[in-house]
């Protein structure tokens, strides 16, 4: 038995976790430096405990709320941002209704050649906007889907 | 804390309660702070991260399943973080600190020969590898049990334990007397 194969296994043997062999109780009987690493073990085992603790500042716990309503204003202001463009979009395609609805019925009556201009505005804007439209309806459903899981899980919030 | 009342301050707080959550940070706010500044090496980011710790848990808490004790779920929440922490540059070590005599034991004055081993136990600590400093603060500072260090760390118990034998080992060979190669290994193993 050797002082390094003593020394792996000191902190074990201390924690109760192994234990001496004979080998190893005759070599610690006779081995001063192995006695002094065994003291020095249970010395350590002694103080670690006792070591002092670091404490958080009185001013922690405010810190912490602090930050949390921060970081939930910020949320809210995201959430609200998201419906003011939601709710400014359907009332743009509300008014862009009604007036269609009120021009093709004959209550407004428009020039023909605003007509004509705004038909060709209206094709120059298709003729760009068409080669992106599967990407406009992909975000579009994806922004449907995320109103609806966030209407569904402010609804469970209600009913827990 | 019971059980049933750690249930019911977990409710409350998902329930969007803010005072069960100022009362579930002053019943882990010494847990978490103590582990957060035994674990970095830069002590003035301790506040910082230990309250990110806690941003953490008000996010994490509607997802967490109560399938481990809540101190357990914080622990892992500390190590995750402490982790991510960009390591800062070593903190100096004490000057001089290791021309000092070897601890004797039972010598002449041993009052003072533990008070001086206490002064530097605490500061060999902080030259211990992150993964074994986390560990002998929870275990030894804070008491927390092997089992709990285990399903934290998603550990087996006896990984734990050798990992904790070979912390201690560290430890007592860097106040020990100082030998060729002993300072260079705790040096090289982070
Ligand atoms: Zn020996």
Redesign the interface.
């Known amino acids: 038995m050797t002082c390094d194969q003593i020394?792996?296994r000191?902190?074990?043997v201390l924690?109760g976790?192994e234990a001496w062999t004979s080998d190893a109780r005759a070599h610690l009987d006779t081995c001063s430096r192995c006695?002094?690493?065994v003291?020095?073990?249970?010395?350590?085992?002694r103080?670690?405990?006792?070591?002092?603790?670091?404490?958080?500042?009185a001013t922690?716990?405010s810190?912490?709320?602090a930050?949390?309503r921060r970081?939930r204003w910020r949320a809210e202001q995201a959430l609200d941002a998201g419906f003011n463009v939601a709710i400014a979009a359907g009332l743009l395609l509300i008014v862009a209704g009604v007036a269609g609805l009120a021009w093709s019925s004959g209550l407004i009556v428009v020039g023909a050649d605003v007509v004509a201009l705004m038909r060709e505005a209206i094709a120059v804007t298709g003729a760009e906007i068409a080669p992106q439209l599967p990407t406009y309806s992909v975000a579009a459903l994806l922004l449907t889907m995320g109103l609806g899981v966030w209407w569904w899980t402010e609804h469970a919030?209600f009913e827990? | 804390m019971s059980d049933t009342a750690e249930r019911d301050l977990i409710a409350r707080c998902r329930?969007?309660e803010?005072g069960a959550?100022?009362e579930l940070?002053?019943q882990y706010?010494?847990l978490?702070?103590?582990l957060v500044?035994?674990t970095i090496r830069d002590?003035s980011r301790?506040?910082d991260l230990?309250?990110e710790v806690?941003?953490k848990i008000?996010r994490g808490l509607p997802y967490f399943r109560g399938d481990a004790r809540l101190s357990t779920w914080i622990y892992r929440i500390v190590v995750n973080l402490c982790a991510s922490e960009r390591p800062s540059r070593d903190v100096p070590l004490d000057a001089g600190d290791e021309e000092r005599p070897a601890?004797?034991?039972?010598g002449p004055d041993r009052a003072y020969g533990?008070v001086e081993?206490?002064d530097r136990?605490?500061k060999a600590?902080r030259r211990l590898p992150a993964h074994y400093r986390v560990l002998?603060a929870g275990h030894?500072?804070?008491?927390m049990k092997y089992e709990d260090l285990a399903e934290a760390l998603h550990l087996p118990m006896g990984t734990v334990?050798?990992h904790?034998?070979?912390a201690?080992?560290l430890?007592?060979e860097m106040?020990?007397e100082p030998r060729p190669g002993s300072e260079q290994r705790t040096a090289n193993s982070e």
């Not at chain 2, 030894?140 to 008491?143: D, E, N, P, Q, V």
């Open positions: 020394n792996l000191i902190d074990a924690d976790d006695q002094s690493r003291a020095l073990a249970q010395g350590i085992n103080w670690l405990p006792q070591l002092p603790v670091d404490t958080p500042p922690f716990t810190g912490v709320m930050r949390v970081e919030n827990r | 329930q969007g803010d959550f100022r940070v002053d706010k010494g978490v702070f103590a500044a035994r002590p301790a506040e230990a309250q806690f941003l008000h601890w004797e034991p039972g533990d081993l206490r136990l605490d600590i002998v030894y500072l804070r008491g334990k050798t904790l034998h070979r201690k080992r430890l007592r106040l020990e």
